[in-house]
């Protein structure tokens, strides 16, 4: 009887026999109740649906078994449920799926359909769109529709074939063209075969249509780069060659001898590489060296022969073409002459050569120039720092006052002037930290605030939407674009004043874009001089520049470090409505574990300085300049220093040696030993000073430069002119953190 069980009206188990419960290996006591396709389903490891009901795997035992339900309802109400394997009739029908699989698959893989022509009903049979190259094609398709998308350069062919084989038989191959669905043309490779002759006399034509349209293509674009070769070849006088490898016998077109010449050919005749140049050889046989053991075009700029000794440059193309082993056959070379290209190539090269000298030595004289200027205007400016905290009478006060202002004026421009340089020579970094864009805004702000107050001006600002708290960025540029930007606001203002928006825009990196824009209520300008404002030197007008100064160096730093930044900087204005300045740059997402950048500006005057518990600090001042260390005497005299003085690092490292100091202030550029050796000595030393507080000094104010020195073991940077402020607070909190005790013994 096999395996069989009873079910009751709703499909649900109500009796199994021996046989069935051991094909499932389970017992009749988890089995009664349940829909026995539900039992299947749970333990078949695969299942598959069929015309003559589901099938499912079951393993029991050591060999899987597929199964089908077979269902017969029974008289008195139920079904009764047989177990049937169908194993064997499950394999081979699958085995059949898989194959007419494998071939459909190969098929369309190749892109290869098939197709039948009845004659007398003028109607074509297509197995699948690729046979045609076109969708549409489940049913019938019209001789007419096929010729409606067939190329009319290739109906008349296509329609020859077709009335020969169906008349006569045969077969025949061609390439056909057909609108495709996307308005293109498919090309196929048909192959025609007549089939049975029908009652009308004329015979059925059958075909197998291929999809070849990248092939066709390809040999057309060959086709079409050829005969570009050969017309580039006799327009660039190029010469082709040919070597076989195994007799050495060499094939030369005429256009590679004329351009190699008789001198050179002759050469050649006794030696393989005597057509080029004797100093040439070597790098001409390292190049055929490396075309022997590769299969990539091998190329060389070379001298070819000639009597005078100078020889004449060509380029040299070669590539091995080898055999089915492997095995080097033939080379194949083109020569181009290059002679002119390569004598404007050299002159170049020279050129270049001889501007980067030029900018190396332009900017080398720059930074000397800045430093010999900065030593100077140090005194200056030191000295006018000292007498405007004396007791001065009105007169005098604002003679020291007109003497500061020029000083800074000079300073302003000879940072502009090093700045623009350095953008010209690509040498100026963007250096990016975390930083707080209100912070940044605000300082400037606070900067110029007085300077407006001056002229009755007022500043406001407006943050514009959801600003992030912090951001990477670089701080230090940011404010010198703003600082631009609010001086020229200020400078060009009369009545009313300056506003101040920022807003950021997030963007898909996960950065920011930022905005800023400056608008004034001054004199504003025409189009034409908004559109050149952004160059050097560039000013409205000569009257502009006799009126309110400025040498129209800011808006084109400005322009160039905004755009160092990845943004630019643009402006509206009319004359008489006041002008709009925007400024625009990328921010990056605040890096984790990085500080946020410290507010740098001298915060403690040496009034305050004075109460806190650096009074008497021993000091050793190192500089040269006798100028220098006395416009630091003067500075320092309030916080009474014990102060020691050297003039080059030499000097330096031998006063250390002798007595204990809480503090150096060490200038750089010094004859001797410069500043720079002289702290790497004091870091490297194993004395008790290697960990002394030190304070660059130094007429470099250059972007980087405070970094760089920080980098060298330096505890602090101010750059020259001095300001007694900054000197005072940095003086003073380095000492604190140094755990400065008062009365040491000197």
């Not at 006591?29 to 795997?57: E, M, N, Q, R």
Request: aromatic content about 6%; proline content about 4%.
């Amino acid at each position: 009887m096999g395996a069989v069980c009873l079910l009751d009206s709703r499909g649900r188990i109500t009796q199994v026999n021996a046989a069935f419960e051991a094909r499932l290996g389970r017992p009749a006591s988890t089995l009664l109740g349940i829909d026995p396709a539900h039992v299947l389903k749970a333990i078949a490891s695969d299942h598959a649906a069929t015309a003559s009901g589901d099938v499912y795997c079951v393993t029991h035992g050591e060999l899987p078994s597929w199964l089908r339900l077979d269902r017969t309802p029974m008289p008195q109400g139920g079904e009764l449920v047989r177990l049937t394997d169908v194993s064997g009739e499950w394999s081979m029908l699958r085995l059949l799926t898989s194959q007419r699989s494998v071939r459909d698959q190969l098929m369309h893989d190749a892109e290869v359909g098939t197709w039948r022509y009845d004659p007398d009903t003028e109607m074509y049979y297509f197995s699948s769109e690729l046979a045609l190259g076109h969708s549409g094609i489940s049913k019938p398709v019209p001789l007419s529709t096929l010729m409606f998308i067939q190329h009319p350069d290739d109906q008349a062919k296509d329609g020859a074939i077709r009335d020969r084989i169906t008349t006569s038989g045969g077969s025949a191959e061609g390439e056909m063209r057909y609108r495709d669905g996307q308005g293109g043309w498919k090309t196929l490779r048909v192959h025609y075969r007549s089939g049975r002759k029908l009652p009308s006399g004329k015979f059925e034509m059958f075909g197998i249509s291929q999809n070849v349209t990248e092939l066709a293509a390809a040999r057309d674009t060959a086709d079409l780069a050829m005969e570009r070769l050969n017309l580039a070849m006799a327009a660039g006088n190029a010469g082709v060659y040919e070597i076989e490898i195994l007799t050495g016998n060499r094939w030369s077109s005429e256009q590679f001898k004329e351009l190699a010449g008789p001198e050179a050919l002759e050469r050649q005749a006794n030696h393989p590489f005597g057509l080029y140049m004797d100093d040439e050889q070597p790098k001409v046989r390292a190049s055929w060296e490396r075309c022997l053991t590769s299969d990539k075009v091998e190329s060389i700029d070379t001298r070819i022969y000639r009597p005078d000794g100078k020889g004449r440059w060509v380029r040299m193309y070669t590539r091995l073409q080898r055999n089915a082993a492997g095995q080097n056959v033939r080379a194949v070379g083109l020569m181009l002459d290059i002679h002119e290209q390569k004598q404007q190539e050299l002159a170049l090269i020279e050129a270049k050569s001889q501007a980067e000298a030029a900018t190396v030595a332009k900017s080398n004289f720059l930074a000397s120039m800045s430093h010999e200027i900065r030593t100077p205007l140090n005194g200056i400016l030191g000295m006018a720092q000292v007498l405007a905290s004396d007791t001065l009478n009105d007169a005098q006060r604002e003679r020291v006052t007109v003497i500061s202002e020029s000083g800074q004026t000079l300073m302003a421009l000879l940072n502009d002037v090093l700045d623009i340089s350095k953008i010209e020579a690509g040498k100026l970094e963007i250096a990016c930290i975390n930083g707080k864009l209100d912070q940044t805004i605000d300082r400037m702000r606070q900067l110029f605030l007085g300077r407006a107050d001056e002229r009755g001006l007022w500043i406001k600002v407006e943050p514009i939407g959801d600003v992030p708290v912090t951001m990477l960025y670089d701080p230090i540029r940011v404010r010198q674009c703003v600082s631009n930007l609010l001086s020229n606001a200020i400078k060009f203002t009369e009545n009313g004043g300056v506003t101040i928006r920022y807003g950021a825009t997030p963007k898909p990196d996960g950065g920011w874009r930022v905005d800023i824009s400056v608008a004034d209520t001054g004199i504003g300008m025409d189009a034409e001089t908004s559109q050149r404002l952004f160059a050097a030197f560039t000013q409205a007008d000569a009257s502009i520049s006799r009126r309110f100064g400025g040498t129209g160096l800011g808006l084109a730093i400005t322009r160039q470090l905004s755009r160092l930044m990845g943004g630019d900087v643009a402006v509206e204005s009319r004359i008489g409505e006041g002008s709009t300045f925007r400024l625009s740059f990328d921010a990056g997402p605040p890096q984790v574990g990085q500080a946020v950048e410290s507010d740098d500006r001298p915060s403690e005057p040496v009034e305050e300085a004075k109460q806190t518990t650096v009074m008497g600090a021993r000091v050793l001042l190192v500089d040269d300049n006798p100028v220098n260390r006395q416009v630091v005497r003067l500075f320092t005299t309030q916080l009474g220093p014990k102060i020691v003085e050297a003039v080059n690092g030499e000097e330096a490292l031998a006063r250390l040696a002798e007595q204990a100091f809480d503090i150096v202030l060490l200038d750089v550029h010094m004859p001797v030993m410069d500043g720079r050796e002289t702290i790497k000595r004091i870091r490297a030393s194993d004395q008790p000073w290697r960990d002394i507080p030190v304070i660059a000094l130094t007429a470099d104010a250059m972007s980087g430069d405070r970094e760089r020195y920080i980098g060298m073991g330096m505890s602090d940077y101010i750059s020259k002119p001095i300001d007694s402020r900054e000197l005072a607070t940095k003086y003073v909190r380095l000492l604190q953190a140094h755990r400065f005790a008062p009365g040491k013994a000197a």
